[in-house]
Each structure stands twice: as C-alpha cells, then as structure tokens.
C-alpha cells in the first residue's frame, strides 16, 4: 500500500519506551507526529531526539501527541534514551517504537517488502530510507509527510510550523502563503467565489490578484 497525504495512518501493536501501545488508540481523538529513525546510537537521530524532547509542551498546547520510532530492539532503545539527554539536555518524555521485526517501517513503506524481518545485524546505512515525519490529524489521516536523508538533521521548528499551517487551515478554511508564521496574513483558497468571501470575511480582503486574496489569519 503507497501512503500519500489523506491515506489513513496505517494502525499496529508495538513495544516502545514506555511500554506497549496500540497506535490509533494511542493517538485517541488528537493530533499526532510520528518521526522514524534508522538506528539507535546514530549521531544525528541522538540531536533530533533530543530537540523533539524540548518541544513537547508546544505540541502539547496544540493537541498533539509524539512518537519517535527506531528500527532496532526496545532494550537498544531504552539504553539510548541517557544518551539523548546528556546530548540535548531534555528527557525523553514520549514513547520510542521499538520496530526490530522492521513491521511498521514497511508498512508505512519505509523499507521494501523485501528487507528480511530483523534489525539484527542492519546498520543505519541500510536503514537509511528510515527518515519520515508523518503528521496524522484526529481522524487517523495523514495530512503531511516529510522526508529527509540521514545525513541531514531534520527542522523540527518546521514541522511545528506546519502543524499549525495544517490546523488553522483546516479549522478556518484559509490557506498560509511562503514562509507564513503564527499571527501573520493568510489567503482566501481560490474555491471560495467573492461572493461566499463577502459572508464568511466581512472585514474585506486585500486583492493583490484575482486568485490571490490576502486576509489577516482568522482568530478563535
């Protein structure tokens, strides 16, 4: 199954850091981030790790649950979490899905069917296309993905701002422009004629094309 933006997160059972979970029970009726690793002990998943840690009250706030996931053994990635905060100095507060059997990494088509059943043995390299950020909206959809290579660190400030793109969006029916920021203007989606605008902005909008409608963001 190819996995693409509206694919329902695909469910499993699994081990983590903090002990059994079932994934869309886990995710419950919230937001969800899960972001994949190809190795316990690899340098630059040890800093992505830790800053995950750091950010866990701004996705709190915005009712979004974390989970790392690594293919290896959950004993490996337990002994790896002292790792991470000595690194980052923030404690790993979020399960870490042990995937040793490499199950959940196929079927969220990281590795090829073909990959054997084990982390035994594998290294990062052949890991390597491990590296993906799902964000999973309370439907268990997939609303974006994000893939990186090993060698370079993931922005995870990124991934926050575009959790809060993907909400506002979907909670005010706006769309946000290059490089938008929380506060700042947004557009009015082309499938929303002049008239329905009229309704819906009373406050007006600036037209800087006819298909590009600017409108300060919506509040709650």
Not at 37 to 50: D, M, N, Q, R
């Amino acid at each position: 199954m190819t996995l693409s933006i509206g694919s329902i997160a695909p469910d499993f059972t699994a081990e983590t850091t903090q002990g059994p979970i079932s994934f869309h029970e886990w995710i419950g009726d919230g937001w969800a981030i899960l972001f994949s690793h190809p190795k316990a002990f690899t340098p630059v998943c040890t800093t992505e790790l830790g800053y995950m840690a750091g950010l866990g009250e701004e996705f709190a706030k915005r009712g979004t649950k974390i989970a790392g996931l690594s293919v290896d053994a959950n004993d490996d990635n337990t002994r790896w979490l002292p790792d991470i905060e000595e690194v980052s100095g923030n404690h790993v507060d979020y399960p870490i899905i042990s995937d040793s059997e490499l199950k959940v990494a196929k079927l969220y088509n990281m590795l090829e069917a073909d990959s054997g059943d084990s982390a035994a043995g594998r290294t990062a390299a052949n890991n390597a296309t491990v590296r993906t950020v799902y964000i999973i909206g309370p439907d268990k959809k997939i609303r974006a993905m994000l893939l990186y290579p090993m060698s370079t660190g993931r922005n995870f400030d990124e991934v926050l701002r575009l959790l809060d793109s993907v909400q506002l969006t979907e909670r005010k029916g706006v769309a946000t422009p290059v490089n938008w920021k929380p506060g700042e203007d947004c557009i009015i989606p082309p499938s929303v004629s002049d008239e329905d605008a009229k309704a819906k902005y009373p406050g007006g909008w600036e037209t800087v094309k006819s298909y590009l409608r600017r409108i300060p963001q919506p509040q709650d």
